[in-house]
């Protein structure tokens, strides 16, 4: 969101993409920008939101009415299916060498490739982890992150597993803050998790969740796998 002068008037402008098309939306200011302009965008980008949120909540209502009409053992294999086509996903971003085929064979079948034990290890454990954690009922916080990470890391990683970083690390150019204040950025996290939870639509605050954690970088790694 930008504020655009256009000859002697001020425009406030938002721009998103959908369906491959930029979309540009602009509300009038006037000859000068007003005082209250942090509520006027404020009140903006909810506006263009709004649309978001509702097509959003049609597709979930559908899902949920969809999701209803199947038995148990049904559900359980859908969350299977699903389950290996996350674990392949977020394991190849971190450079994992198993395939789709073998992630399947390995988490249906128990059939392991001809792979690294250590990304065999974390295939399951992450996949066993994903299915876990859908069955939850705390409410999350440090000591079920750290629980996660141990469990899916504790055998390939055991020198790391489910504890907070006491290093420091960089990823790409990027400088992950230093290890020291590690603990105090993650109370803080879950301050600002525990204060918007229910403020913000659930999508956005996901995302909001995850870029949050990725810029803490806790973890020694696995810090993108236990955020997605």
């Known amino acids: 969101m930008e504020i655009v002068k256009k000859k002697n008037y001020y425009y406030l402008k938002h721009s998103y993409r959908r369906g491959g098309k930029i979309i540009t939306k602009e509300r009038y200011l006037g000859k000068s920008i007003p005082k209250n302009i942090e509520k006027i965008k404020s009140d903006f980008l909810r506006e263009t939101k709004k649309e978001l949120y509702t097509k959003l909540s049609r597709i979930k209502n559908n899902f949920k009415k969809e999701w209803r009409k199947y038995p148990l053992s049904v559900k359980r294999e859908l969350l299977i299916d699903f389950s290996v086509n ?3 996903n977020t394991n190849a971003i971190e450079g994992s ?4 085929e073998e992630t399947e064979e390995l988490i249906k079948r128990k059939i392991a490739p001809n792979k690294s034990i250590r990304d065999i290890q974390e295939t399951i454990r ?3 982890t994903f ?3 859908l069955n939850e009922k705390k409410d999350l916080s440090l000591t079920l992150i750290l629980k996660w990470h141990r469990y899916i890391f504790q055998e390939s990683k055991s020198d790391i597993a489910g504890k907070l ?6 990823v790409g150019d990027y400088r992950c803050p230093d290890w020291q204040d590690v603990e105090k ?3 803080s996290y879950f301050e600002w998790y525990t204060k918007n939870k229910k403020k913000e639509h659930p999508v956005e605050f996901a995302a909001s969740a995850h870029y949050k ?4 970088h806790p973890f020694g790694d696995g810090n993108g796998r236990i955020a997605r």
């Open 86 to 88: 996350f674990t392949y």
């Open 97 to 100: 060498t198993i395939t789709r």
């Open 126 to 128: 992450h996949s066993e």
């Open 131 to 133: 299915l876990q954690m």
């Open 165 to 170: 970083r006491d290093y420091n690390v960089r």
């Open 185 to 187: 950025l993650m109370k």
């Open 213 to 216: 954690f990725v810029e803490i």
